[in-house]
């Protein structure tokens, strides 16, 4: 297992304890090149958790989608990578402990904007603007991944005009 932050392999475990009411098991890692610390599951192969987004279509529910978005809306702010892994973490054992195996977008968007407002003010009205202009978290996210690095700088520049924090 990779670490995200540096690709080096080499990892030692933190903390293992069962999540998804006993269905999985959730181990803390960190990383003994940079010490960022970062998490895997090991779980039985089973259908995969789906979004519903807003019109009604399904979409395999991606870690990494909503990490990017997290990323962005905490850029340049004090919120660690291991804040937002964390964050991350809790909404996916939120929307997969409950016994359905779909969950609509429009709850991981409020989930999201729940976790991020007492962790970075800023952040959380960047992510909430952006995402009640959308109104659905996967189209968001659609427009997340075709952003490239000025298009996101574009973004950031724009944000700051809006609220100049
Ligand atoms: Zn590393």
Request: net charge negative.
């Amino acid at each position: 297992m990779r670490c995200p932050e540096c690709d080096a392999s080499e990892n030692r475990v933190v903390d293992t304890r069962a999540s998804r009411g006993g269905k999985a098991v959730r181990r803390r890692r960190e990383c003994a090149v940079c010490q960022s610390r970062f998490t895997t599951y090991e779980h039985l192969e089973e259908r995969p958790l789906q979004v519903l987004k807003s019109d009604g279509s399904p979409e395999i529910f991606d870690r990494g989608k909503l990490q990017r978005s997290l990323q962005i809306a905490c850029a340049k702010r004090p919120v660690s990578a291991s804040q937002i892994d964390e964050i991350v973490d809790a909404i996916y054992e939120s929307i997969s402990g409950g016994a359905g195996l779909e969950v609509p977008s429009s709850r991981i968007g409020e989930l999201v904007m729940e976790a991020l407002e007492p962790v970075d003010r800023v952040a959380y009205v960047r992510f909430a603007s952006v995402y009640r202009n959308f109104q659905d978290i996967g189209e968001f996210q659609d427009v997340v991944d075709h952003l490239n690095v000025r298009d996101v700088r574009q973004v950031q520049a724009k944000q700051q005009e809006e609220f100049p924090f």
